[in-house]
């Protein structure tokens, strides 16, 4: 029987489903420490339309099984304007004219970022609403063993549009070059659109050339451009957008970028979201403003109903890059020395020596897997939740201490240059001399992500080797491959890259990214 922790790793890795999801739940008992929380989206619906699919999303302070649960949402302050009505998998009663109850017959996992796909509901307007109209959702979660918890989303209603992105693109551009793709937007509905915001999610590597003043940036990633200008029913308009491809970009592949479109109302309740997952939507540019050009011909929606069915928001472009560009992934060992009884710590992992960086993100995957063989007369007496013991079919508890042999997972970016290090502390329980641990990258794995071509498959090895201290003295790590051992500087910028675009991503509510797991990894440059 697999315990939660180890089926939520294996099941984050991409690991045969089946097995994964074979494996029973165990009993669990609540910790009384672990606070629960609760968050629903402002929202913005059309008059006239379907409305809009909203859930509730559960946070915990640590990974917990919760029981009983129920959610309930209170429209009375939306009375005769706006209804909340059960959606297709959800369980639900209305105990009232204005409240709505949904229960779940099943435990419910809940971690620290979040969990999402409970209690559906539909939102829509009544035909008495109007433009302007708007009020307070309350949402109320119970959970046995837990207080109440609460939000108050704001609800709102609009008159309704139709804006519908266009056709998907493609373009292909060789590492450190220049390319350039469109922002296309279609108002295919019969109301003039006052405004548009298009919200980027691009991969790594697609590097703007410019940083318009309407627009926002990290760095020289694009998150997002504000357009004032007032879209007539039936009208098309585009905007050129300059890229540069980044130079560490592997090559060849496929590099993607997304745009949804959203109303200027839609984008509010979006920069609510993203400031609740304390994520960033970047700051202006000021190389002037990106404008958009009228396209000539009449505009068509794309199958769906903008804001009544956002689907046709959205809209891909691709990036072929051209050429070689690949990736030397180098095994990081180190030495460490002690006297027997010590504890020592002893990092060891890998590096990008590039040229290429290798980017996952889109996936959220892991670049590559180790393997690590704990050296005879040690005990490994802490280990990072990113390792977990195999044998076999059979799996550890990750983080699990006093094992022999760990398999570990890492980030879905690492940079040319940068380096991933592990943390483990070893016990010296018997000085032996030149007690060797292996460590291999790239092992394979039944699982997403890993890497398969490194330039350089000689340097996949490395060993961490204990040996007795000079003298006599306490242990200390030493003259490994990464230098002294001690403490080494964080860049932060790959996790710091998974958790912006993911969380934009997440709060646009637009393709299938989730946001990759917290690891215990550090990043160096």
Same mark, same amino acid.
């Given at each position: 029987?697999?315990?939660?922790? &180890?089926?939520?790793?294996?099941?984050?890795?991409?690991?045969?489903?089946?097995?994964?999801?074979? @494996?029973?739940?165990?009993?669990?008992?609540?910790?009384?420490?672990?606070?629960?929380?609760?968050?629903?989206?402002?929202?913005?619906?059309?008059?006239?339309?379907?409305?809009?699919?909203?859930?509730?999303?559960?946070?915990?302070?640590?990974?917990?099984?919760?029981?009983?649960?129920?959610?309930?949402?209170?429209?009375?302050?939306?009375?005769?304007?706006? &209804?909340?009505?059960? +959606?297709?998998? @959800?369980?639900?009663? #209305?105990?009232?004219?204005?409240?709505?109850?949904?229960?779940?017959?099943?435990?419910?996992?809940?971690?620290?970022?979040?969990?999402? =796909?409970?209690?559906?509901?539909?939102?829509?307007?009544?035909?008495?609403?109007?433009?302007?109209?708007?009020?307070?959702?309350k949402v109320t979660m119970t959970a046995a063993g837990y207080e109440p918890v609460s939000h108050?989303?704001?609800?709102?209603? =609009?008159?309704?549009?139709?804006?519908?992105?266009?056709?998907?693109t493609k373009t292909s551009a060789a590492p450190g070059s220049a390319f350039t793709t469109a922002?296309?937007?279609?108002?295919?509905?019969?109301?003039?659109?006052?405004?548009?915001?298009?919200?980027?999610?691009?991969?790594?590597?697609?590097?703007?050339?410019?940083?318009?003043?309407?627009?926002?940036?990290?760095?020289?990633?694009?998150?997002?451009?504000?357009?004032?200008?007032?879209?007539?029913?039936?009208?098309?308009?585009?905007?050129?957008?300059?890229?540069?491809?980044?130079?560490? #970009?592997?090559?060849?592949?496929?590099?993607?970028? +997304?745009?949804?479109?959203?109303?200027?109302?839609? %984008?509010?309740?979006?920069?609510?979201?993203?400031?609740?997952?304390?994520?960033?939507?970047?700051?202006? =540019?000021?190389?002037?403003?990106?404008?958009?050009?009228?396209?000539?011909?009449?505009?068509?929606?794309?199958?769906?109903?903008?804001?009544?069915?956002?689907?046709?928001?959205?809209?891909?472009?691709?990036?072929?890059?051209?050429?070689?560009?690949?990736?030397?992934?180098?095994?990081?060992? #180190?030495?460490?020395?002690? &006297?027997?009884?010590?504890?020592?710590?002893?990092?060891?992992?890998?590096?990008?020596?590039?040229?290429?960086?290798?980017?996952?993100?889109?996936?959220?995957?892991?670049?590559?897997?180790?393997?690590?063989?704990?050296?005879?007369?040690?005990?490994?007496?802490?280990?990072?939740?990113?390792?977990?013991?195999?044998?076999?079919?059979?799996?550890?508890?990750?983080?699990?201490?006093?094992?022999?042999?760990?398999?570990?997972? %890492?980030?879905?970016?690492?940079?040319?240059?940068?380096?991933?290090?592990?943390?483990? @502390?070893?016990?010296?329980?018997?000085?032996?001399?030149?007690?060797?641990?292996?460590?291999?990258?790239?092992?394979?794995?039944?699982?997403?992500?890993?890497?398969?071509?490194?330039?350089?498959?000689?340097?996949? #090895?490395? +060993?961490?080797?204990?040996?007795?201290?000079?003298?006599?003295?306490?242990?200390?790590?030493?003259?490994?491959? +990464?230098?002294?051992?001690?403490?080494?500087?964080?860049?932060?910028?790959?996790?710091?890259?998974?958790?912006?675009?993911?969380?934009?991503?997440?709060?646009?509510?637009?393709?299938?990214?989730?946001? @990759?797991?917290?690891?215990?990894?550090?990043?160096?440059?």
């Amino acid at each position: 029987m697999l315990s939660n922790s &180890t089926r939520r790793w294996l099941a984050g890795l991409g690991v045969a489903g089946a097995f994964v999801a074979a @494996s029973a739940t165990p009993a669990f008992a609540a910790a009384p420490q672990v606070e629960l929380g609760l968050y629903f989206s402002d929202t913005t619906i059309a008059t006239n339309s379907d409305g809009k699919i909203g859930d509730s999303r559960i946070f915990s302070t640590a990974p917990t099984v919760l029981h009983d649960v129920a959610v309930r949402y209170d429209f009375s302050d939306l009375a005769d304007k706006v &209804t909340v009505g059960e +959606e297709s998998g @959800s369980d639900c009663t #209305t105990p009232s004219k204005y409240v709505l109850l949904c229960t779940s017959f099943f435990d419910v996992e809940v971690y620290e970022w979040g969990s999402t =796909g409970f209690f559906d509901v539909q939102l829509k307007t009544t035909s008495k609403a109007k433009d302007g109209d708007a009020g307070t959702l309350k949402v109320t979660m119970t959970a046995a063993g837990y207080e109440p918890v609460s939000h108050s989303a704001k609800i709102r209603v =609009g008159e309704g549009v139709d804006l519908a992105a266009g056709p998907e693109t493609k373009t292909s551009a060789a590492p450190g070059s220049a390319f350039t793709t469109a922002a296309t937007v279609s108002n295919a509905g019969e109301t003039t659109a006052k405004g548009a915001v298009a919200v980027f999610y691009n991969d790594y590597g697609l590097n703007a050339a410019k940083h318009f003043s309407n627009c926002t940036y990290v760095g020289d990633e694009l998150r997002t451009c504000t357009f004032d200008e007032e879209l007539p029913a039936g009208s098309s308009f585009t905007a050129s957008l300059p890229y540069v491809l980044g130079v560490d #970009t592997y090559a060849p592949s496929s590099k993607y970028g +997304e745009i949804i479109w959203m109303t200027p109302a839609e %984008f509010e309740d979006f920069q609510q979201d993203v400031g609740f997952n304390q994520a960033t939507i970047g700051q202006p =540019g000021t190389d002037g403003e990106l404008v958009l050009t009228p396209v000539p011909g009449k505009a068509t929606a794309q199958g769906f109903q903008a804001d009544r069915r956002p689907e046709n928001n959205g809209t891909i472009f691709t990036v072929t890059a051209t050429g070689k560009n690949g990736t030397d992934l180098e095994a990081l060992g #180190t030495s460490v020395t002690g &006297t027997a009884g010590a504890t020592v710590k002893a990092p060891f992992g890998l590096r990008n020596n590039g040229p290429a960086t290798l980017d996952y993100n889109r996936a959220g995957s892991s670049v590559t897997y180790l393997s690590f063989d704990v050296p005879q007369g040690t005990t490994a007496v802490a280990v990072p939740e990113n390792c977990i013991t195999r044998n076999g079919d059979q799996w550890g508890e990750p983080g699990e201490p006093g094992q022999r042999h760990y398999f570990c997972y %890492f980030d879905s970016v690492l940079k040319a240059g940068d380096s991933a290090m592990l943390d483990f @502390s070893l016990r010296i329980d018997k000085v032996i001399a030149n007690a060797t641990g292996p460590v291999k990258i790239n092992v394979t794995c039944q699982c997403d992500g890993g890497f398969t071509r490194d330039l350089k498959p000689a340097n996949d #090895t490395a +060993e961490v080797v204990v040996n007795a201290a000079p003298g006599g003295e306490g242990g200390h790590a030493g003259g490994g491959q +990464e230098g002294d051992g001690g403490s080494l500087p964080i860049t932060g910028s790959n996790t710091a890259l998974i958790a912006g675009v993911g969380v934009l991503l997440l709060a646009a509510g637009f393709g299938g990214y989730v946001v @990759s797991r917290r690891r215990k990894t550090r990043f160096v440059a």
